[in-house]
Protein backbone atom coordinates (compact mmCIF):
# COMPACT_ATOMS: atom_id res chain seq x y z
CA UNK A 1 0.00 0.00 0.00
CA UNK A 2 1.54 3.24 -1.39
CA UNK A 3 1.47 6.14 1.67
CA UNK A 4 2.66 9.72 1.42
CA UNK A 5 3.26 11.21 4.86
CA UNK A 6 3.49 15.15 4.65
CA UNK A 7 4.54 17.06 7.30
CA UNK A 8 5.80 20.34 8.63
CA UNK A 9 2.45 22.95 7.94
CA UNK A 10 1.43 24.76 10.37
CA UNK A 11 1.06 28.92 11.12
CA UNK A 12 3.59 31.20 10.53
CA UNK A 13 3.85 35.19 10.20
CA UNK A 14 4.54 36.89 6.91
CA UNK A 15 7.97 36.74 5.94
CA UNK A 16 8.65 34.08 7.68
CA UNK A 17 9.68 30.27 6.57
CA UNK A 18 8.21 26.65 6.58
CA UNK A 19 9.75 23.30 5.86
CA UNK A 20 7.32 20.92 4.25
CA UNK A 21 8.57 17.03 4.18
CA UNK A 22 6.80 14.29 2.44
CA UNK A 23 8.09 10.80 2.96
CA UNK A 24 6.44 8.42 0.79
CA UNK A 25 6.00 4.00 1.62
CA UNK A 26 5.43 1.52 -0.66
CA UNK A 27 6.92 3.18 -3.85
CA UNK A 28 10.67 2.90 -5.32
CA UNK A 29 10.93 6.71 -4.55
CA UNK A 30 14.37 7.45 -6.19
CA UNK A 31 12.45 6.41 -9.52
CA UNK A 32 9.32 8.73 -8.70
CA UNK A 33 9.05 12.42 -10.08
CA UNK A 34 7.97 14.14 -6.91
CA UNK A 35 6.13 17.74 -6.27
CA UNK A 36 3.66 20.19 -4.75
CA UNK A 37 0.55 21.13 -5.33
CA UNK A 38 -1.45 23.51 -3.16
CA UNK A 39 -5.14 24.74 -2.92
CA UNK A 40 -6.09 27.81 -1.06
CA UNK A 41 -9.43 28.51 0.32
CA UNK A 42 -12.33 28.96 -2.99
CA UNK A 43 -9.72 28.09 -5.71
CA UNK A 44 -8.40 26.16 -7.59
CA UNK A 45 -5.06 23.29 -7.76
CA UNK A 46 -2.26 24.56 -8.82
CA UNK A 47 1.01 23.54 -9.48
CA UNK A 48 3.96 24.53 -6.94
CA UNK A 49 6.49 22.63 -7.86
CA UNK A 50 8.34 19.32 -9.02
CA UNK A 51 11.77 17.94 -9.19
CA UNK A 52 12.57 14.56 -11.44
CA UNK A 53 13.85 11.44 -10.67
CA UNK A 54 17.20 12.85 -11.94
CA UNK A 55 16.71 15.78 -9.83
CA UNK A 56 15.63 18.80 -12.44
CA UNK A 57 13.53 21.26 -10.61
CA UNK A 58 10.40 23.61 -12.19
CA UNK A 59 8.16 26.17 -10.24
CA UNK A 60 5.21 27.61 -10.99
CA UNK A 61 6.51 31.42 -11.74
CA UNK A 62 5.10 33.22 -9.13
CA UNK A 63 7.13 31.40 -6.58
CA UNK A 64 10.34 31.46 -8.20
CA UNK A 65 13.01 32.53 -5.48
CA UNK A 66 10.66 32.09 -2.60
CA UNK A 67 10.47 28.31 -2.83
CA UNK A 68 12.67 25.32 -2.94
CA UNK A 69 11.80 21.59 -3.83
CA UNK A 70 14.61 19.17 -3.30
CA UNK A 71 14.73 15.68 -2.55
CA UNK A 72 16.66 13.08 -0.52
CA UNK A 73 16.78 9.48 -1.99
CA UNK A 74 18.74 8.05 0.48
CA UNK A 75 16.04 9.08 3.31
CA UNK A 76 13.26 8.40 0.57
CA UNK A 77 11.71 11.95 1.27
CA UNK A 78 10.92 15.24 -0.92
CA UNK A 79 11.20 18.99 0.79
CA UNK A 80 9.56 21.94 0.07
CA UNK A 81 11.35 25.25 1.64
CA UNK A 82 9.32 28.25 1.48
CA UNK A 83 10.78 31.64 2.41
CA UNK A 84 9.25 35.32 2.54
CA UNK A 85 6.03 33.72 3.16
CA UNK A 86 2.49 36.01 2.32
CA UNK A 87 -0.81 35.84 3.32
CA UNK A 88 -1.84 34.64 -0.21
CA UNK A 89 0.50 31.59 0.37
CA UNK A 90 -1.85 30.13 2.68
CA UNK A 91 -3.11 26.94 1.36
CA UNK A 92 -3.32 22.81 1.77
CA UNK A 93 -0.37 21.52 0.42
CA UNK A 94 -0.30 18.57 -1.27
CA UNK A 95 2.75 16.21 -1.92
CA UNK A 96 2.51 13.99 -4.94
CA UNK A 97 4.37 10.97 -7.08
CA UNK A 98 4.47 10.68 -11.14
CA UNK A 99 5.67 7.38 -12.47
CA UNK A 100 4.12 7.05 -16.02
CA UNK A 101 0.41 7.70 -15.64
CA UNK A 102 0.31 6.51 -12.13
CA UNK A 103 0.39 9.62 -9.32
CA UNK A 104 -0.16 8.95 -5.91
CA UNK A 105 -1.46 11.79 -3.04
CA UNK A 106 -0.46 12.86 0.23
CA UNK A 107 -3.25 14.00 2.45
CA UNK A 108 -2.15 17.26 2.33
CA UNK A 109 -0.49 19.85 5.11
CA UNK A 110 -1.86 23.23 5.72
CA UNK A 111 -0.03 26.03 5.76
CA UNK A 112 -1.32 29.41 7.21
CA UNK A 113 0.32 32.83 7.25
CA UNK A 114 -1.14 35.14 9.46
CA UNK A 115 0.37 37.79 11.95
Known amino acids: QVQLVESGGGLVQPGGSLRLSCAPS????????MGWYRQAPGKQRELVAVITSGGLTNYADSLKGRFTISRDNGKNTVYLQMNSLKPEDKAVYYCYARYGVTTYWGQGTQVTVSS
Open 26 to 33: GIIFRTYN
